[in-house]
C-alpha cells in the first residue's frame, strides 16, 4: 500500500525525470529520525540526508544536512541573506512540500524550493534521503543530491 502512497510515487517520478540512480526504497517501520534510519539501513547516522524545511522570512527554505549535524540558523541565514530562518511548522512544511515532517524528501514537492545542500554529506559514498513518508527512502550520492534539488553545497552546521 505503500508503495502507492501519492508522494512516494511523485519523489520516484522526480527521481525518474532527473535522471537519478537511486530507487525507493520502503523501509518496515518508520523512520522519523537519522539514528533511526541509519539503524534501519545499517550506515552510519552522517550518511543520511535530513531534509530539513526552516522558515526563512516567510519563504520555505530545504536544509540537507547530515544526520550528524545540527543546522546553524544564525549561519544559514546569513548565507541565504535573510533576518531569520526558524524552523517550519508541520503545516507550512505540508503546505511547501506536500509531505510530513519525518518523511520529506529534497524533491517531489508541489513547487521548487530553495535548498542548500551540507557539504559534510560529500565524505560519503552513498548516502540515502527521505522519499515522501517516513517508510520511504532512497539511495544518492552528494553531487546527485545537488544536482537533482538544483540545491547550492554549503557549510550549515
Known sequence: MNAM???VQAVQEALES????????????AVHTAAAAAAALGVEV?????SLIFNADGDPLLVLTSGAHRVDT???AGLVQVSTVRRATPEF????????????APLGHPKPVRTL??????????IWAAGGIPHAVFPTTFDELV??????PAEVA
Open 18 to 29: 532527473t535522471d537519478a540512480h537511486g530507487r525507493i526504497v520502503l523501509l518496515p517501520d
Open 117 to 126: 545542500v551540507d557539504l559534510s554529506l560529500a565524505a560519503f559514498d552513498e
Open 46 to 50: 552522517g550518511q543520511i540526508a535530513n
Open 93 to 104: 512544511v505540508r503546505e511547501h512540500t506536500g509531505q510530513p515532517i519525518g518523511g520529506v
Open 74 to 76: 544564525a549561519k544559514v
Open 5 to 7: 502512497h501519492p508522494n
Open 147 to 152: 544536482r537533482i534539488t538544483a540545491g547550492t
